[in-house]
């Protein structure tokens, strides 16, 4: 196998992951993060894109909605 590179299947999320909590940590202003768990990054997977769809809702609510 000289000279293939054998990624397992889920190390590419989680160099994904890191990469985003990088980026994250430089934000300087509000922010959340939150896994969806068992969603890869494009959110392909049945009912992962509707939880990334409810939790920016929730986000908004807090932090964009004036009472």
């Known amino acids: 196998m000289k000279g293939n590179l054998v990624v397992?299947?889920?190390?590419i999320g989680i160099?994904?992951?890191q990469i985003k909590k990088q980026a994250f940590d430089q934000l300087?202003?509000?922010k959340e993060m939150k896994?969806?768990?068992g969603a890869t990054?494009?959110?392909?997977?049945p009912g992962k894109?509707?939880?990334v769809a409810n939790l920016t809702g929730l986000w908004y609510k807090k932090y964009l909605i004036l009472d």
């Open 8 to 11: 397992p299947k889920n190390a």
């Open 15 to 17: 160099i994904l992951l």
């Open 28 to 30: 300087e202003s509000v």
């Open 35 to 37: 896994i969806v768990s």
């Open 41 to 45: 990054h494009l959110f392909e997977e």
């Open 49 to 51: 894109l509707i939880a």
